[in-house]
């Protein structure tokens, strides 16, 4: 039988990958595609934690299914924000590399 | 749902997931992560969240993806040239990864509830009848706007101040 663990390992492993990509690729649009999948890794836990606390109605936990409404909402306009600062960096210095935006490096 | 299904969408999944990071064409990278997403809606579909499956299928695989390609088609982004590979930043990445994999598989193989499988939800639940699972729109329905209307509204807000902050920075400066 699948356990809740199984699912958490799953989204632990996709977290796992999302933040690599965060940390080795030098693509902009990539790096945002990463923070999604880090993103989806947390919703897919919260949504084992909705199905596994099932209350006394039998039904699962609907709370948990809300805060992934939310995150998915906020997840969208963040998408949004990051692809048009992208638009604008291209415009300004032709480039998504992360390598050639150093300005404000330490 | 049967364990066989669980394996072959989790395995879909991460694979495809990888592939998003491994990959070197940015298309590529996008057209994975509308495999990965999909595989992850059909998982949430399999903890019988149907609402969120769906969500999850018209918002990120149609909306936010039909974006990133949008952009990389705009912008003409070709496939990084490979350049002179920094390894210890590389290692470092990685490596830093690793350990936060393995400290979270730790602390789930440390949580005792992780080992237990989800309870059986109730009969009428099950049956389709009246109050079904397929219900859960009713249900969230009714979780956001009586108990999270507020948060519901400020989410509104914040969507529009996105969409009002998009054109401002994507619109030309007048010279």
Do not use: C
């Amino acid at each position: 039988m699948i356990t809740l663990g199984d699912y958490l390992v799953v989204s632990a492993i996709l977290f796992a990958i999302g933040f690599a990509g965060v940390m080795l690729r030098r693509n902009l649009i990539v790096i945002l595609m990463s923070l999604e999948l880090m993103l989806n890794a947390a919703n897919l836990s919260l949504v084992a934690f909705s199905r596994f606390r099932v209350g006394a109605n039998g039904l699962p936990d609907y709370k948990a299914q809300v805060f992934v409404f939310f995150v998915i909402t906020v997840a969208a306009a963040e998408v949004a924000v990051g692809l048009a600062l992208l638009v604008a960096l291209y415009r300004a210095r032709q480039t998504t590399d992360v390598k050639d935006i150093s300005s404000l490096k330490f | 749902m049967s364990p066989f299904l669980f394996w072959i969408f989790a395995v879909l999944t991460v694979i495809f997931g990888a592939a998003v990071v491994l990959n070197r064409n940015p298309v590529a990278s996008a057209l994975s992560l509308v495999v990965s997403f999909l595989g992850l809606s059909a998982l949430f579909m399999s903890l019988d969240a149907f609402f969120v499956g769906i969500i999850q299928v018209l918002v990120y695989a149609g909306a936010v993806m039909v974006l990133f390609l949008f952009i990389i088609m705009l912008l003409d982004i070709r496939a990084e040239e490979r350049r002179r590979i920094n390894w210890l930043a590389t290692a470092g990445g990685i490596g830093v990864a690793v350990i936060l994999l393995i400290q979270i598989w730790v602390v789930i193989g440390h949580f005792q509830p992780a080992r237990r499988t989800f309870p059986p939800l109730a009969r009428h639940v099950l049956s389709g009848a009246e109050g079904s699972t397929t219900d859960d729109v009713w249900n969230i329905g009714q979780l956001l706007f009586n108990n999270y209307n507020l948060p519901f509204q400020i989410i509104g807000v914040l969507v529009l101040v996105a969409t009002i902050g998009v054109v401002i920075l994507s619109r030309r400066e007048p010279r």
